[in-house]
């Protein structure tokens, strides 16, 4: 069973984004996990998530079209049996 760990940023302001995500995702880092952002509508914190997460090999998962302020990605890629961090 795939479990799910979620980081709400409501109410967070933009300037403590990066730092929460970084940590969020490194601390839940393991196999067969679901990451969920809730990032609201706001298109500034949308973006300032994917910057952290474009920095990490994470899958992101189908989005659900009737919740757009939640982004899902996961930590386990069945094609290679690892979990993984880009490496430059």
Request: charged share 25%; proline share 5%; glycine share 4%.
């Amino acid at each position: 069973m795939i479990k799910t760990e979620t980081l709400d940023l409501h109410g967070v302001p933009h300037e403590e984004v990066e730092d929460l995500v970084h940590q969020f995702v490194n601390s839940n880092w393991r196999p067969n996990l679901v990451l969920a952002i809730v990032t609201g509508h706001s298109e500034r914190m949308k973006s300032l998530v994917r910057k952290v997460v474009s920095q990490y090999d994470l899958e992101p998962l189908t989005a659900d079209m009737r919740n757009p302020g939640q982004m899902q990605l996961a930590t386990w890629r069945e094609d290679k049996n690892e979990c993984h961090i880009k490496t430059n």
